[in-house]
């Protein structure tokens, strides 16, 4: 049993490059997550689907786009990456939207 | 959702009591109490949730005041690897509807030998 894994650990892009990072989790949750991390602060909500079919924005949701491909998986994109978008960022899952979460290891991306 | 409070740094010595206070007093009677830990560089590790009875579970306990104002989550026995920043987060849970936790900056607690 996994968990929650994302790919890749580590990124580093030049500015207007897209990318893809990808979550998977293998706990048949319903609901999925994706945060950033900025140096010393919490963790800021970009996107979330709180079933398979259905994704919402969350606080921070400008510069990315997001595809919950099935139940399992769910993908955060980057269209043209800005230096702003230097972060780890994070992905969740939990059994439903009420229940607690379970976050992945993170992928840490510099954007130069 | 309802905004909290707590501490920025705490020490504790190794193998006493760590307790970790969260104010929250515009907290509303819906409104659940959850607690989140991240060891440093590492993704948030959920800890325990509680809506107003005291909860136990094998990694903390969390008391809540009866009026809900406030919240101490209780590590028992601190060991050197639960120095981490701990989030509390107040969250509504409404049926069928999202709730999305926010974290704020945590307290750091620092374990000591």
């Known amino acids: 049993n996994a968990g929650v894994t994302q790919t890749p650990k580590f990124q580093v892009l030049k500015t207007g490059q897209s990318m893809t990072l990808q979550c998977a989790q293998d706990m048949n949750h319903n609901s999925m997550y994706w945060y950033r991390q900025d140096p010393g602060m919490g963790l800021r909500l970009i996107y979330y689907s709180a079933s398979e079919g259905t994704t919402d924005k969350g606080e921070v949701p400008n510069g990315y786009n997001v595809s919950r491909l099935n139940k399992r998986e769910f993908s955060l994109r980057l269209e043209s990456a800005a230096p702003s978008q230097t972060s780890v960022y994070f992905c969740?899952?939990?059994?439903?939207?009420?229940?607690?979460?379970?976050f992945g290891p993170g992928t840490r991306l510099t954007v130069t | 959702d309802a905004k909290t409070t707590q501490p920025t740094s705490m020490d504790c010595a190794e193998g006493r009591a760590a307790n970790l206070p969260c104010n929250h007093s515009t907290i509303s009677g819906n409104e659940y109490v959850y607690w989140y830990r991240q060891i440093h560089s590492q993704g948030p590790q959920y800890i325990i949730h509680?809506?107003?009875n005291n909860e136990t579970n094998e990694m903390a306990s969390l008391i809540i005041t009866e009026d809900r104002k406030s919240s101490t989550l209780i590590l028992p026995h601190a060991t050197l690897r639960d120095t981490a920043v701990y989030y509390c987060?107040?969250?509504?849970?409404?049926?069928?509807?999202?709730?999305?936790?926010?974290f704020g900056k945590g307290t750091k607690l620092s374990v000591k030998p």
């Open positions: 509680g809506l107003k």
């Open positions: 969740a899952s939990s059994r439903d939207s009420l229940y607690e979460q379970y």
């Open positions: 987060i107040v969250l509504m849970n409404y049926g069928g509807s999202q709730g999305n936790l926010i």
